[in-house]
Nanobody, 125 residues
Framework: QVQVVESGGGLVQAGGSLRLSCAASGRTFRSYVMGWFRQAPGKEREFVASISRGGGSTSYTDSLEGRFTISRDNAKNTVYLQMNSLKPEDTAVYYC??????????????????WGQGTQVTVSS
């Protein structure tokens, strides 16, 4: 079982930046595709970004590319989401997830096996 813990959420003004971190336990972090999802109140959980096992490939939902950047440090068992030019509509609970035994840059929640508890991001005007 993999333990996944997000941190770094909080309050930020529109136009500001925030960096989320996701720490995963175990010795097999490099074997997992990692992803970020978010869920706003009353809405479905949506894909944000994913990153390949070695960190060489990334995928983003079209509306976020250019503002958000996903990265990973396999030596630290950590994946990051750098969020720039934040907008009020980015307000949501952000979840980190790990997928094992699958290939590709996964974009569907059901393809992930382990999930963090979520961290709240609130962007004010």
């Amino acid at each position: 079982q993999v333990q996944v813990v997000e941190s770094g959420g909080g309050l930020v003004q529109a136009g500001g930046s925030l960096r989320l971190s996701c720490a995963a336990s175990g010795r097999t972090f490099r074997s997992y595709v990692m992803g970020w999802f978010r869920q706003a109140p009353g809405k479905e959980r949506e894909f944000v970004a994913s990153i390949s096992r070695g960190g060489g490939s990334t995928s983003y939902t079209d509306s976020l590319e250019g503002r958000f950047t996903i990265s990973r440090d396999n030596a630290k068992n950590t994946v990051y989401l750098q969020m720039n030019s934040l907008k009020p509509e980015d307000t949501a609970v952000y979840y980190c997830a790990a997928s094992g035994g699958r290939l590709g840059l996964l974009r569907v929640a059901d393809e992930y096996d382990y999930w963090g508890q979520g961290t709240q991001v609130t962007v004010s005007s």
